[in-house]
């Protein structure tokens, strides 16, 4: 796989494209795709590596994606099932007519509104642990 695939692969990843990520990261137009023909250059390679969070080993196909090198904070998939399982327990909690009563008025609220709360409180969980994990963790278990 040749360095502008990888790259390719990243945007496609990210949802952006070749031109929007040169935008970003301050590169002319088609300074990117020049990557198909040429071998990249340093400055350039580490920009993306940046912007991507990744090794320029691994754009260069030397290396593999580094996985391991997740920030200590990052939430593993036991978090991400703690908090699905928390927002289950609290949108389940919403469903009484009493659970989102304001001011001690009544209110419904439809599917749009309920879903827009799910959102934002999953959010919320997610910043949260994340907070924690960065204030709690033992200096000797981080990696940075």
Same mark, same amino acid.
Request: proline share 2%; net charge neutral.
């Given at each position: %796989? @040749? $360095? +502008?695939?990888?790259?390719?692969?990243?945007? #496609?990843?990210?949802?952006?494209?070749?031109? @929007?990520?040169? =935008?970003?990261?301050?590169?002319?137009?088609? @300074?990117?795709?020049?990557?198909?023909?040429? @071998?990249?250059?340093?400055?350039?390679?580490?920009?993306?590596? &940046?912007? +991507?969070?990744?090794?320029?080993?691994?754009?260069?196909?030397?290396?593999?994606?580094?996985?391991?090198?997740?920030?200590?904070?990052?939430? /593993? =998939?036991? #978090? #991400?099932?703690?908090?699905?399982? &928390?927002? =289950?327990?609290? %949108?389940?909690?919403?469903?009484?007519?009493? !659970?989102? !009563? +304001?001011?001690? =008025?009544?209110?419904?609220?439809?599917? &749009?509104?309920?879903? %827009?709360?799910?959102?934002?409180?999953?959010? /919320?969980?997610?910043?949260?642990?994340? %907070? $924690?994990?960065?204030?709690? /963790?033992?200096?000797?278990?981080?990696?940075?």
């Amino acid at each position: %796989m @040749t $360095a +502008f695939e990888r790259l390719k692969l990243l945007c #496609d990843e990210r949802g952006i494209s070749v031109n @929007t990520l040169e =935008e970003k990261i301050g590169l002319g137009k088609n @300074t990117l795709y020049s990557w198909n023909k040429n @071998t990249p250059k340093g400055n350039n390679l580490v920009k993306v590596a &940046d912007y +991507f969070n990744e090794s320029v080993d691994y754009l260069l196909g030397r290396a593999d994606r580094k996985e391991a090198q997740k920030p200590y904070y990052a939430l /593993t =998939e036991k #978090d #991400d099932r703690d908090i699905a399982k &928390d927002l =289950e327990r609290i %949108m389940s909690n919403l469903d009484s007519n009493h !659970a989102l !009563a +304001f001011y001690g =008025e009544e209110t419904e609220y439809d599917e &749009d509104a309920k879903e %827009m709360l799910r959102i934002q409180l999953e959010q /919320t969980m997610r910043m949260a642990k994340q %907070m $924690a994990k960065k204030k709690f /963790t033992p200096k000797k278990y981080r990696n940075e």
